[in-house]
């Protein structure tokens, strides 16, 4: 099992950015995909999840509305893609799967994560 995050880097406060988490050796197509963050010092957080028919997503307080979860389940591929970015969206970005959405992942499906850095 394969999880790979890109599109990380620096960015402008107010600037967008999207992440992308391809992913390979499990049945992507059974499974809700998430992505969490985890700023310095602080516990890992649930970001966004997207269920695996793309029927329902869900978003953290923190980034509903500027933020949006897709997946194309023919590549294989996640992607958050995120407007009006703050400093405090920097942190290090990890995609997970499991079988529905939860800020709880119950699998051991994780990606290696990739940083975010929003800094004028």
């Known amino acids: 099992v394969q999880l790979v995050e890109s599109g990380g880097g620096s960015v402008q406060p107010g600037g967008s950015l999207r992440l992308s988490c391809s992913t390979s050796?499990?049945?992507?197509?059974?499974?809700?995909m998430s992505w969490f963050r985890q700023a310095p010092g602080k516990e890992r957080q649930g970001v966004a999840c997207?269920?695996?028919?793309?029927?329902?997503?869900y978003y953290a307080d923190s980034v509903q509305g500027r933020s949006t979860i897709s997946r194309d389940n023919a590549k294989n591929t996640v992607y958050l893609h995120m407007n009006s970015l703050k400093p405090e969206d920097t942190g290090g970005y990890c995609c997970?799967?499991?079988?529905?959405?939860?800020?709880?992942?119950?699998?051991?499906?994780w990606g290696q994560g990739i940083q975010v850095t929003v800094s004028s």
């Open positions: 050796g499990f049945i992507f197509g059974d499974y809700a």
């Open positions: 997207i269920t695996n028919s793309k029927a329902f997503t």
């Open positions: 997970a799967a499991d079988l529905s959405c939860s800020w709880v992942i119950q699998t051991d499906y």
